[in-house]
């Protein structure tokens, strides 16, 4: 009697796993063709020296650190753009958590139309990359753009928005500008679940507005904030779309990001791919943003409150 | 009792007090007000550009003042830009790429939620590591697979463009992940009954549990049509061919500094190509809204 039951309690379990792998089968298929093996494929490629898609099976493969010496040593491209990346992502992340905080104080005041206000603010991070791109090109990129022409009948002369020591602080703004209405909703939800008898009985113990911003908003909100750095910083580190469109990583590379780099190895006008070399330099940038997630969140964490727990 | 002793008291308050109220609102309204235009500019300079007679008055100043007369701009630049033809490619990838992304993601959240076994907590945290992933490390490799099992220069369009669709069968981690929370959060009650009625798995996944999940779905949907309508990378990576382009690509090739399409075609493009957005946007606030507070940030 007992033995039955166990026998069957043990092919009810067999029928879950079975059941548990079918509907994860989709998942599983995907992760292996489109994750695993190219992520192996490219740990192993990345220490060969192949330059040609349609060569690199047929040559036999030699294995050296070649690729890996020389991006440290030699390939002041890359360095420069590891420089590039961190400088931008620091500034989208914080002058994003910044910017929306503010924002979202202000916006969470109660007016009539509020939402129309949040909707707007929002609208900018809704266009699409190759469009905001060619708008902020003609709105501020080279003498005959909008803004330049502006500066030029008020009697300004010599801004160049898109110099070796602007650019990238222009690339990051107009980021900045698009995603920080997107930033702003997410504080505003968290700001919304920061408890009002907190706040009422701060006011009735005498704490002034900012005593109770600091004290006790800005402790309220850490999580959501801290969630929206990681992510952000996870993000911005990989920042390639809106800076290839608007610079292309000009002047003198003054703008160039890691995951450029990676995808300038490939020569669309004769198919040729340094495809090793490629391959390294994207397993450096996947261990680089590893590492500083991890730093980043072991530093953080302790600062952020959760909750009594 | 409590109310009537807090009424009386705001009536009290001094004139001097009203109006210093009143003109803090208004400040509060002007800034805020002042505040949207300002993120509406690149909406306002894009269709003001669109409705210039020249080149060189898009960008000139003072600012001409646009016209409806130029309303011709639009059919000139959906002409430049190969309109009809891109927005079929981009629909084609959008619509199956996004089906293919929704179905797995329900499908694999139902797995993780209602199948628990030795093996769903490291297969779940194996799946939540994926989203630290970065793109770059698996886009090389993935184009010289595509490339080896010669999809990439294919007789056949539609297995040219399978590599922007494929890789939508593992679905979104992130939707994964928000799924199955939500479906441990509908009780197993309603499932095992359905159960003792025959109902099988899929059944109970398709009859149950997803009429129940409308809203989210409606939002994972919103954010999976208006990211691959946006998608740059992907295409620009696998379409090399004009007549595969998507709508991203024609807009990008005609934006660039050294393009020599006239300015006013090129914002009549984008308004082409982003009004859809925004009518999405502003008819479906309430989605949005608070889809970016589930889904957070995006990208």
Same mark, same amino acid.
């Given at each position: ?25 989709? =998942? ?17 490629? +990345? ?8 060569? =690199? ?25 590891? +420089?590039?990346?961190? !400088? ?57 753009? !909008? ?33 920080? +209405? ?10 919304? +679940? ?11 113990? /005498? ?6 911003? =600091? ?32 610079? @292309? ?13 990676? !995808? ?6 004769? @198919?040729?791919?340094?495809? /090793? ?5 994207? =397993? ?26 | ?9 705001? *009536?009290?308050?001094?004139? &001097? ?57 639009? &059919?000139? *630049? ?68 595509? &490339? ?119 914002? &009549? ?31």
């Amino acid at each position: 009697m007992v033995k039955t039951q166990t026998r069957r309690r043990a092919s009810r379990e067999k029928m879950k796993e079975r059941k548990f792998f079918l509907f994860i089968s989709p =998942w599983l298929i995907g992760f292996a063709l489109f994750s695993l093996v190219p992520m192996v494929l490219s740990l192993v490629l +990345g220490f060969t020296w192949g330059t040609r898609i349609t060569t =690199w099976t047929s040559e036999p493969l030699e294995f050296s650190l070649r690729n890996y010496i020389y991006i440290f040593t030699q390939d002041s491209v890359f360095l420069r753009s590891v +420089g590039n990346t961190f !400088l931008y992502a620091f500034i989208r992340v914080f002058g994003g958590i910044l910017g929306a905080t503010l924002l979202a104080l202000l916006y969470n005041n109660d007016l009539r139309g509020k939402r129309l206000y949040r909707t707007m603010a929002y609208a900018p991070s809704l266009i699409p990359v190759t469009a905001a791109s060619a708008i902020w090109i003609l709105m501020l990129k080279g003498d005959s753009a !909008l803004v330049q022409r502006i500066f030029a009948a008020i009697g300004i002369h010599g801004v160049d928005l898109f110099s070796k020591s602007t650019a990238l602080l222009t690339v990051v703004s107009l980021d900045l500008f698009c995603s920080v +209405g997107s930033t702003m909703i997410v504080v505003l939800a968290a700001l919304q +679940g920061v408890p009002k008898e907190l706040e009422e009985a701060a006011i009735i113990d /005498g704490a002034g507005r900012m005593t109770r911003f =600091w004290h006790i908003t800005i402790p309220m909100i850490s999580s959501g904030l801290m969630f929206i750095s990681v992510t952000g910083f996870i993000g911005a580190l990989q920042t390639y779309a809106n800076v290839q469109l608007l610079t @292309g990583g000009d002047p003198e590379y003054a703008t160039i990001t890691m995951t450029m780099t990676v !995808l300038s190895r490939y020569n669309a006008t004769n @198919g040729n791919l340094a495809l /090793g070399y490629a391959c390294a330099e994207a =397993w450096i940038i996947f261990l680089i943003i590893m590492l500083f997630t991890l730093i980043y969140l072991k530093l953080v964490d302790r600062k952020v409150y959760y909750g009594d727990e | 009792m409590h109310r009537m002793a807090v009424k009386p008291g705001k *009536a009290v308050h001094s004139a &001097a007090y009203r109006v210093r109220r009143i003109t803090a609102r208004t400040v509060l309204y002007i800034v805020t007000i002042a505040l949207s235009v300002i993120f509406f500019v690149p909406f306002l300079f894009m269709v003001y550009g669109s409705l210039q007679t020249t080149s060189d008055t898009v960008t000139s100043w003072p600012l001409v003042a646009p016209s409806f007369a130029n309303i011709g701009n639009y &059919a000139e *630049a959906m002409r430049v830009m190969d309109f009809w033809n891109a927005l079929g490619n981009t629909m084609l990838i959008l619509c199956t790429s996004t089906l293919l992304q929704m179905a797995s993601s329900v499908l694999v959240a139902y797995g993780f939620a209602r199948f628990k076994n030795k093996y769903t907590e490291p297969f779940f945290l194996l799946l939540l590591s994926t989203m630290m992933l970065p793109w770059i490390v698996t886009m090389v490799p993935n184009y010289v697979i595509f &490339a080896e099992l010669g999809f990439i220069g294919s007789s056949s369009e539609f297995v040219r463009r399978l590599p922007l669709i494929l890789p939508a069968i593992s679905g979104s981690a992130f939707n994964i992940y928000m799924l199955r929370n939500f479906m441990r959060g509908i009780p197993k009650a309603i499932d095992e009954a359905a159960e003792l009625d025959g109902c099988s798995s899929l059944g109970i996944l398709i009859r149950i549990l997803v009429p129940n999940m409308k809203p989210i779905l409606a939002t994972m949907l919103i954010f999976a049509v208006t990211g691959s309508w946006s998608d740059y990378v992907g295409p620009s990576i696998y379409l090399t061919d004009k007549s595969l382009f998507t709508l991203a690509l024609s807009i990008g090739q005609f934006s660039g500094s050294t393009t020599s399409t006239e300015k006013q075609l090129q914002m &009549a493009g984008c308004t082409l190509y982003t009004l859809p957005l925004l009518v999405l946007l502003f008819s479906a606030q309430k989605v949005f809204m608070k889809g970016i507070v589930t889904t957070s940030v995006k990208e």
